[in-house]
């Protein structure tokens, strides 16, 4: 499987300009870069929200041309309807494309949230929920309809900094489970390395994938790997990467 | 019993009961001990009372008497058929101009000119057209419940968050999912703020309206007492619609809880 972005211009904001990278099948792809330099809009781009402006986006050979359920994105904020209960949110998907009989999509999804530690919780609105739970019920949202891929933006945004390593670890365990196809997006250097098995590095303005590294830390994965020092030398390298573009925008400045 | 023992502690009731004790004492002494004319001429609250509660009326207007009834029965018929019209109405439009951009291109620039035409402005001309004071009342209190509810409904629709129906979207969701299970849920609570402004605004005009164009209902009652300088009965009119007014708001907001428990639930943990 292999997916292409070439170029993405939109006037007056020129966010992506010869943007091109593939993601491989079974693998959790890390996209990494600053805020604001269009890595929402390459989610929006892969969930078929927008279309670029020049090249083209291809699953499997065939082109994105808008959303589907094949792709599912878990967006920043969460989207999880406050009107409806736990069950019925995650429920949601398979219901609306008929997809599963009702019985069967509510087994699924008691699965699902009993894996998720929520099903103590299915009756709950999301309002009710914690930070942590609302992305775990939105994590089932999406895998309840056997996704090809996961397109993750951010997802662990906003959590306190423990709920967010929880479910970093949380996320890590699940993903070695499934081997589900994931690109996820995030800002956050030590999350990157640490959940990453290729890490795409967005830079420049405007942006495109600047260095692209390949992350051999062993699975399955846990917290130690981050004192080991091939994790140390991954970061390093990155952090001379990250702030080459750093250090030139500082001369700019002065 | 058990109720009223409930009451009896709740702090909230009492100052409640003080209030209304604070402004019938405000009341009473306005009208017996301040030595101006515009007081003297009102009915102090003792005398409304006891006219209201009295067997035997001396202006004819009473709980123990047929006619309040009737009254009151024209008065609710017309607010709630004007009410019901305009949800029926009301709704589906202001989904309609959320829900399709082209349509609310068309109605948006209408709504806003008719709009501000105060409601009895109209009076004269839904009494021409509909040919007599009944419909016309009708109509009348139907127009100004249902330009609260359109643009309510409207405003509900515009005010979900863009993020539900990319959701919607990335789930697979069809135009008539988002319909029923974004759109109508999401746009529920600023729904039923319309319904009750709705509600509001419909008593608000048939009170006028009777005045104007009608032989029954409380705003008559009013207007007749006040030819008849029966005040008395005036402000009898007054307070039951204040009361029924009150009331219609209440069963609203009752069946709004009932249709958005998700919304009580959530703020129940967070209070």
């Known amino acids: 499987m292999r997916k292409w972005y070439h170029r993405k211009r939109q006037p007056p904001v020129h966010v992506l300009e010869n943007c091109s990278f593939a993601i491989d099948p079974g693998k959790l792809t890390v996209l990494m870069g600053m805020s604001g330099c269009g890595k929402s809009t390459l989610a929006y781009l892969l969930a078929g929200y927008i279309s670029p402006d020049q090249g083209t986006l291809t699953i499997d050979g065939a082109p994105i041309t808008g959303p589907g359920p094949d792709r599912i994105t878990v967006f920043q904020e969460t989207a999880l309807w406050p009107w409806m209960t736990v069950m019925d949110n995650v429920t949601f998907g398979p219901m609306a494309l008929k997809s599963l009989p009702e019985a069967q999509a509510r087994s699924k999804a008691e699965a699902l949230l009993i894996k998720f530690g929520l099903i103590d919780f299915r009756d709950k609105y999301p309002g009710q929920l914690s930070g942590g739970m609302k992305r775990r019920a939105e994590l089932a949202q999406a895998l309840i309809n056997s996704p090809r891929i996961m397109i993750l933006d951010e997802p662990f945004r906003g959590l306190d900094v423990m709920t967010r390593e929880l479910m970093q670890e949380y996320y890590m365990g699940l993903f070695e489970e499934t081997r589900l196809t994931t690109l996820f997006i995030t800002s956050e250097l030590e999350e990157a390395i640490f959940l990453a098995d290729r890490l795409l590095v967005m830079g420049g303005t405007p942006s495109r994938v600047v260095k692209t590294v390949e992350v051999d830390l062993p699975h399955p994965r846990t917290f130690e790997v981050l004192t080991g020092e091939r994790y140390l030398e991954i970061k390093k390298e990155l952090m001379e990467e990250l702030y080459r573009d750093e250090a030139v925008a500082a001369v700019v400045v002065q | 019993m058990e109720t009223v023992l409930r009451l009896m502690q709740n702090r909230r009731f009492w100052s409640m009961c003080a209030g209304f004790l ?29 006219e209201w509660l009295n067997p035997n009326p001396v202006f004819g207007i009473s709980i123990f008497v047929k ?4 009254h009151i029965l024209y008065s609710t018929y017309r607010a709630t058929t004007a009410f019901f019209l305009a949800l029926a109405l009301g709704v589906p439009l202001g989904i309609l101009m959320g829900w399709s951009r082209k349509f609310s291109d068309f109605a948006s620039a209408l709504l806003a000119l008719l709009r501000p035409v105060p409601p009895l402005a109209w009076v004269p001309l839904a009494i021409l057209i509909l040919r007599g004071g009944e419909a016309a009342v009708i109509f009348v209190c139907f127009l100004v419940a249902f330009f609260a509810t359109v643009l309510n409904t409207h405003a509900g629709v515009k005010s979900i968050d863009p993020d539900y129906f990319r959701a919607a979207a990335c789930l697979g969701a069809s135009r008539k999912d988002v319909l029923f299970d974004v759109i109508i849920p999401g746009a529920l609570p600023n729904i039923f703020t319309g319904l009750q402004i709705a509600m509001g ?7 006028a309206g009777e005045m104007i164009a009608a032989q029954y209902g409380l705003g008559f009652l009013i207007m007749e007492a ?16 204040g009361i029924l007014g009150y009331i219609s708001s209440a069963i609203i907001r009752l069946v709004g809880n009932r249709l958005m428990r998700w919304r009580e639930e959530v703020i129940g943990v967070k209070s």
Request: aromatic share 22%.
């Open chain 2, 201 to 207: 605004a419909a008593w608000f005009a048939l009170a």
């Open chain 2, 67 to 70: 006619t309040y009834y009737y």
């Open chain 2, 226 to 241: 006040y030819n008849l300088v029966q005040t008395p009965t005036i402000v009898i009119g007054m307070a039951t619609l």
């Open chain 2, 22 to 50: 604070g402004f019938f004492a405000v009341w009473y002494g306005s009208v017996k001990w301040v030595p101006l004319a515009p007081f003297g001429r009102l009915p102090d609250p003792v005398k409304v009372i006891s």
